[in-house]
């Protein structure tokens, strides 16, 4: 990864921090609207060239539940994970998502890092694990359409 796009991860990871325990502080949270606002993020929807092969591979590799109707519910109050979910844009000139050519990157939280990485190696995935970062472990993979999948062990308080 680019020293520029590191910079920017931690700045936005940074910012966010801030703002959560800002917003805390300031007893912030949960105030504004109650009727007519975003709660979170309900999915990430993609094209794949082969869906069915794509939710298998998700399945047997990565270890998700895919359910009959192709995809997969990921609750957000599971032991060890975060409490929230970040949401960020990139510039359209970035190179954060290479090697891939897709214009998304999915994001998975995963308790931990190490013995998730090892199973993937195991079953002949790329591993690409990333230098400590103040947020957390970090390690990347590409799935079989070429998206680029970041794996993160967020830091425990």
Same mark, same amino acid.
């Given at each position: @990864?680019?020293?520029?796009?590191? /910079? =920017?991860?931690? =700045? %936005?990871? !940074?910012?966010?921090?801030?703002?959560?325990? &800002? %917003?805390?502080?300031?007893? @912030? +949270?949960g105030s504004g609207p109650t009727v007519g606002r975003i709660t979170g993020v309900g999915g990430v929807f993609f094209k794949s060239r082969d869906p069915a092969a794509l939710a298998a591979w998700y399945r047997d590799v990565m /270890?998700?539940?895919v359910k009959a109707w192709g995809? !997969? +519910?990921?609750?957000?109050? !599971?032991? /060890?994970? $975060? $409490? =929230?979910? =970040?949401?960020?844009? &990139?510039?359209?000139? +970035?190179?954060? @998502?290479? $090697?891939? +050519?897709?214009?998304? @990157?999915?994001?998975?939280?995963?308790?931990?890092?190490? %013995? &998730?990485? !090892?199973?993937?190696?195991?079953?002949g995935v790329t591993v690409h694990e990333q230098p400590a970062d103040p947020n957390g472990k970090f390690a990347w993979i590409l799935d079989p359409d070429g998206t680029k999948i970041e794996l993160w062990q967020p830091n425990r308080p």
């Open positions: @990864m680019k020293t520029k796009n590191l /910079g =920017v991860l931690v =700045v %936005a990871a !940074a910012i966010l921090c801030q703002a959560t325990a &800002f %917003a805390k502080e300031a007893g @912030m +949270t /270890g998700i539940e995809g !997969a +519910t990921l609750a957000y109050d !599971a032991p /060890g994970h $975060p $409490p =929230v979910m =970040v949401w960020a844009p &990139f510039p359209e000139n +970035t190179d954060h @998502m290479q $090697p891939s +050519t897709r214009d998304l @990157m999915i994001n998975f939280a995963v308790d931990d890092l190490d %013995a &998730f990485a !090892a199973r993937l190696a195991a079953k």
